[in-house]
C-alpha cells in the first residue's frame, strides 16, 4: 500500500474525468478556435467576477505573467516571504520581469494591510518603485492558512490608494472557499488578477487560468506565447478543469476534515513539538529534539506512507481525493507505530 502525502499535486484523474478529456471538443487555443479551452477560461471568469481567462500549463507560469504584464523592470513587487511566488518559482520574478522583491514576514503567510503599508517604498531614486502586491491564498509554508475577504478588503484599498496592483496567487483559493463560505464572485472585485490552480485539490492533471480584465488577457495571452504556453489542442485538459469545476470543490471540505484528522494524531508523538493550526488540507509538523525531517519521513516511508521534508525539522502532509477515510485510518495507526 502506498499513500502519498506529499502534495494534492499527485492526484490522478478518475475515470469519470477521463471520460469527459476523451469527448471534448477541441480547436488550435493558439488561434482561439478551441471551444473547451474558451469555455473553461469563461467559466472560471464568470464564477470569479472577472471579464476573461487565460489558460496556461501551470500556476508557475499564470504566476509569473500576471507580475510581468504588471511590472516594468526596476519596479518592486511585495510579497510575504514564505510566498510561493518568491520561494518556489525558480527566481521567476527576476530572470523574466527584472523586478525587486520585498518580501514581509506575515502570520502564516498572510499579510495585513499595515504590513504592506510600511514596506511601500517612496518615491525616491534610490528606491525601487513599488507597483505590485501579491497575496497567496490559502498559503502553503502557513500550513494552509487563509484569508477573508474582510481580512481582503483594506489591503484592496491600499493598493488602490497606492497606485498598486493586486495579484492573487489562488493556487488553493477553492480551499478557503469551501471553509469561509464566501463567493468566488466578491474576489473579481478586490484584485486586478487571480491565478486559480486546477491540478491540486481539484484534482485536474494540468493547468492554471488567469483572470482579469479584457486588455490584460489580452497581453497576457502575448507573454503566454513567449513563454511557449501555447497549447493547441487543449481542450482535453481544458475538460479535465471544467469536470473539476462542476464535481470536486465541495469534496474539498472532506480533506480538510481527513487533515485535521491527522493533525491531532500528530500533536500526541513525543517526537512533535507543535504543529501548526491545520485550516485547510495541509499539515507542518515541527518536529523536536533530535529528530530530523528526513528521518521522519523515511520512518513513515517504510510503511508507504509518503510526507514531505519541509525544511530540517519540518514536515508536510497534504491530503486530497486520493486520500479515504480508511487511508487515514492507516497513516494514524503507522504514525503509532514508529513513533509512540
Known amino acids: 500500500m502506498t499513500i502519498d502525502l506529499r502534495s494534492d499535486t499527485v492526484t490522478q484523474p478518475t475515470k469519470e474525468m477521463l471520460e469527459v478529456m476523451f469527448e471534448a471538443r477541441v480547436g488550435d487555443d493558439v488561434y482561439e478556435e478551441d471551444e473547451t479551452v474558451n469555455a473553461l477560461e469563461e467559466k472560471l471568469a464568470q464564477m470569479f467576477g472577472k471579464p476573461a481567462g487565460l489558460?496556461?500549463?501551470?500556476?508557475?507560469?499564470?504566476?509569473?505573467?500576471?507580475?510581468?504584464?504588471?511590472?516594468?523592470?526596476?519596479?518592486?513587487?511585495?510579497?510575504?516571504?514564505?510566498?510561493?511566488?518568491y520561494l518556489y518559482e525558480g527566481g521567476g520574478m527576476a530572470f523574466n520581469s527584472g523586478v525587486s522583491i520585498r518580501t514581509i514576514k506575515g502570520d502564516r503567510g498572510r499579510l495585513s494591510a499595515e504590513q504592506i503599508e510600511a514596506n511601500i517604498n517612496p518615491h525616491n531614486i534610490h528606491h525601487a518603485i513599488s507597483r505590485l502586491i501579491v497575496l497567496e491564498n490559502t498559503a502553503n509554508r502557513g500550513g494552509g492558512s487563509y484569508y477573508t475577504l474582510d481580512e481582503i478588503e483594506p489591503i484592496y484599498h491600499l493598493a488602490k490608494l497606492k497606485k498598486l496592483s493586486l495579484h492573487l496567487d489562488g493556487a488553493r483559493i477553492f480551499n478557503a472557499l469551501v471553509e469561509t463560505g464566501e463567493q468566488a464572485k466578491d474576489y473579481g472585485h478586490f484584485f486586478d488578477t487571480i491565478?486559480?490552480?486546477?491540478?491540486?485539490?481539484?484534482?485536474?492533471?494540468?493547468?492554471?487560468?488567469?483572470?482579469?480584465?479584457?486588455?490584460?488577457?489580452?497581453?497576457?495571452?502575448?507573454?503566454?506565447?513567449?513563454?511557449?504556453g501555447g497549447m493547441r489542442q487543449a481542450g482535453y485538459l481544458a475538460a479535465a478543469g471544467i469536470y473539476a469545476l462542476d464535481?470536486?470543490?465541495?469534496?474539498?471540505?472532506?480533506?480538510?476534515?481527513?487533515?485535521?484528522?491527522?493533525?491531532?494524531?500528530?500533536?500526541?508523538?513525543?517526537?512533535?513539538?507543535?504543529?501548526?493550526?491545520?485550516?485547510?488540507n495541509i499539515i507542518i509538523a515541527e518536529l523536536g529534539g533530535n529528530t530530523?525531517?528526513?528521518?521522519?519521513?523515511?520512518?513513515?516511508?517504510?510503511?508507504?506512507?509518503?510526507?514531505?521534508?519541509?525544511?530540517?525539522?519540518?514536515?508536510?502532509?497534504?491530503?486530497?481525493?486520493?486520500v479515504k477515510a480508511s487511508d487515514v485510518d492507516y497513516v494514524l495507526a503507522s504514525l503509532k507505530k514508529e513513533f509512540h
Not at 501551470?58 to 514564505?82: H, Y
Not at 530530523?292 to 481525493?321: I, M, N, Q, Y
Open 247 to 280: 464535481h470536486n470543490i465541495s469534496r474539498l471540505k472532506d480533506d480538510h476534515l481527513h487533515a485535521k484528522v491527522i493533525g491531532r494524531e500528530l500533536e500526541t508523538l513525543s517526537v512533535v513539538e507543535r504543529v501548526l493550526p491545520v485550516d485547510t
Open 55 to 85: 489558460f496556461c500549463p501551470s500556476g508557475t507560469m499564470t504566476n509569473q505573467i500576471a507580475i510581468k504584464i504588471q511590472t516594468n523592470p526596476l519596479d518592486e513587487v511585495i510579497c510575504d516571504r514564505t510566498s510561493h511566488v
Open 292 to 322: 530530523s525531517a528526513d528521518s521522519f519521513v523515511s520512518h513513515l516511508e517504510k510503511h508507504g506512507v509518503r510526507t514531505s521534508s519541509f525544511g530540517p525539522h519540518h514536515v508536510r502532509l497534504v491530503t486530497h481525493l486520493g
Open 195 to 228: 491565478s486559480i490552480c486546477l491540478s491540486k485539490g481539484l484534482g485536474a492533471p494540468v493547468g492554471s487560468v488567469l483572470l482579469g480584465d479584457i486588455d490584460v488577457i489580452r497581453r497576457a495571452r502575448r507573454i503566454r506565447k513567449v513563454l511557449g
